[in-house]
Nanobody, 129 residues
Framework: EVQLVESGGGLVQAGGSLRLSCAASGFTFDGNGIGWFRQAPGKEREGVAYIKHNLGQTSYAESVKGRFTISSDNAKNTVYLQMNSLKPEDTAVYYC??????????????????????WGQGTQVTVSS
């Protein structure tokens, strides 16, 4: 059974940092893509970042480029999202999701929620002004 568990969310002041973790069981990250999404109240789910380690692919939404960094630790089967210089508009529930496309496939539409097969339960990030 594939499971994704996010952790690391919380309340932080604007300008602060948080590191989210996504721990997986039931499959391995190596050769698969992992995306981070977020959803604020009343808004659509938004792709934030994506990693496919075996291809060296990392992709980011324009709104987080230069502030967020996605990385993976394959030995721990965990993907991280380091979030720096947080802004109130970053407030949302953050989800990680698994993209089980073939390992050789470079995922162009990584920001499309429909390409993901499995989702975690989410972790709340709140940035106060």
């Amino acid at each position: 059974e594939v499971q994704l568990v996010e952790s690391g969310g919380g309340l932080v002041q604007a300008g602060g940092s948080l590191r989210l973790s996504c721990a997986a069981s039931g499959f391995t990250f190596d050769g698969n893509g992992i995306g981070w999404f977020r959803q604020a109240p009343g808004k659509e789910r938004e792709g934030v970042a994506y990693i496919k380690h075996n291809l060296g692919q990392t992709s980011y939404a324009e709104s987080v480029k230069g502030r967020f960094t996605i990385s993976s630790d394959n030995a721990k089967n965990t993907v991280y999202l380091q979030m720096n210089s947080l802004k109130p508009e970053d407030t949302a529930v953050y989800y990680c999701a698994a993209d089980l496309a073939p390992s050789s496939m470079y995922r162009v539409r990584w920001y499309d929620p429909q390409v993901y097969a499995y989702w975690g339960q989410g972790t709340q990030v709140t940035v106060s002004s």
